[in-house]
């Protein structure tokens, strides 16, 4: 991670933290931090063969209305304090129910669960997701006796032909991580209807769904350093996006320096990403990052520990600090000599292009992903202009393989 980098991110977590505690105190004032009951958030797992990986929170209820592109930037500024300050139900007793198995957890102090389940048999394979009840059974409190929630749980349907395992922040949704200004402005004052995509991404990551014949259903999953308070967010701009669903991994991410250093980050995202090759050991995998933190070191580390299993890892160029380039293609060497592909491209289109040309995805969606590219750079009319997108694009895609 960059000196300048490192900066901006202290800078950030400094000016959130004074945020926080400006919001906390107007929140006695007017009466916005009283929360109202308590509940359980479920998040997006997934399932193989008979085990079952349940997640969710149990937390004191914040409302939040739907977002709309019209809120105002007051209004989203409210509803980020909101899910940063939710306190959560330490040790609270959860009972889940999946695939007509009952087992009673206990979340962790910050009211997390991380729960495998063992099931008799397997989950139905017809749909690919399937419900995991949550019921809250302590603590409630008088008069909301019934705390309950659903945790979607993504089982393998058909014959999956490879997995693609996603970054989110600056590789599915601009978040500017690089910008100090730009990545304040976004974490803070934006939400899930004027958070914007890259360019293309939607088409591409449904031609990967689809995969070589277009008649896959293949898993995609989503690997974030963003923290679990913003997990609504995510889901709902992903929805609104068309972006496949899948299951999505956060982390608890309280606003200190410590959680957003490279160490922090690696730490984090490594073990979530080879769980999930655990999960499916005859499943090759893509890797989708960006060059803005450690993807492709942390790639880099997983192509070492599961040989052959890798496809290709899809790099995102969105740091044209010239030492980090450097960095990222000498990465590229060494994933070449390890027996895979890297790709640092800053185009969605140049990606599926390999993608086409490896036969991972279909050549006539090669026109789809041109579309909508355009539609998102605000060049066809149809959609709204993306701030900061040149008309031209002048830094080169670099193909290692």
């Known amino acids: 991670m960059s000196e300048e980098t490192g900066g901006w991110r202290e800078r950030l977590g400094r000016i959130a933290r004074e945020i926080v505690g400006e919001l906390d105190r107007a929140s006695r004032t007017l009466g916005i931090g009283v929360p109202a009951h308590h509940e359980i958030v479920g998040y997006r797992g997934y399932a193989a063969g008979t085990r079952v990986l349940v997640q969710g929170r149990a937390q004191e209820a914040k409302v939040i209305p739907p977002a709309a592109a019209t809120d105002s930037v007051w209004r989203n500024l409210i509803s980020t304090y909101k899910r940063i300050d939710a306190s959560p139900l330490a040790h609270a007793r959860v009972r889940i129910t999946v695939g007509g198995t009952e087992r009673e957890v206990v979340a962790d102090d910050e009211g997390f669960i991380h729960e495998w389940i063992d099931l008799p048999s397997s989950l139905p394979a017809d749909q690919p997701w399937q419900p995991a009840a949550l019921r809250l059974l302590s603590p409630l409190r008088p008069g909301h006796p019934d705390v309950t929630a659903i945790a979607e749980i993504r089982v393998l349907t058909g014959t999956p032909s490879f997995g693609v395992i996603s970054d989110l922040d600056d590789t599915v949704i601009q978040s500017n991580i690089t910008s100090f200004l730009s990545a304040v402005r976004t974490m803070m004052l934006g939400n899930a209807r004027t958070r914007l995509p890259f360019p293309g991404v939607a088409a591409f ?75 499916y050991p005859a499943l090759p995998f893509i890797l989708i990052g960006d060059n803005s933190q450690r993807d492709p070191e942390i790639y880099r580390g997983i192509l070492d520990r599961y040989p052959g299993r890798i496809f290709a890892i899809y790099i995102r160029n969105v740091d044209a600090n010239p030492e980090r380039s450097s960095a990222v293609q000498a990465l590229a060497k060494e994933v070449l000599a390890a027996g895979s592909t890297l790709i640092i491209a800053d185009d969605t289109y140049a990606a599926a292009q390999h993608a086409v040309e490896q036969g991972w995805i279909m050549k006539d969606s090669l026109p789809a992903i041109r579309e909508e590219k355009k539609a998102d750079e605000g060049t066809t009319g149809t959609k709204a202009d993306v701030p900061g997108v040149p008309e031209e694009k002048a830094a080169p895609t670099i193909v290692v393989e």
């Open 205 to 279: 990551y449904q031609a990967l769904e689809r995969g070589g014949d277009g008649a896959r259903l293949n898993p995609i999953f989503y690997v974030s350093s963003s923290p679990w308070n913003i997990h609504d967010i995510i889901a709902d701009f992903m929805d609104f996006q068309r972006i496949p669903r899948g299951p999505i991994t956060l982390r608890d991410w309280d606003v200190v320096l410590s959680a957003l250093t490279s160490s922090r980050l690696g730490n984090f995202k490594e073990p979530a990403i080879r769980d999930i090759l655990d999960t």
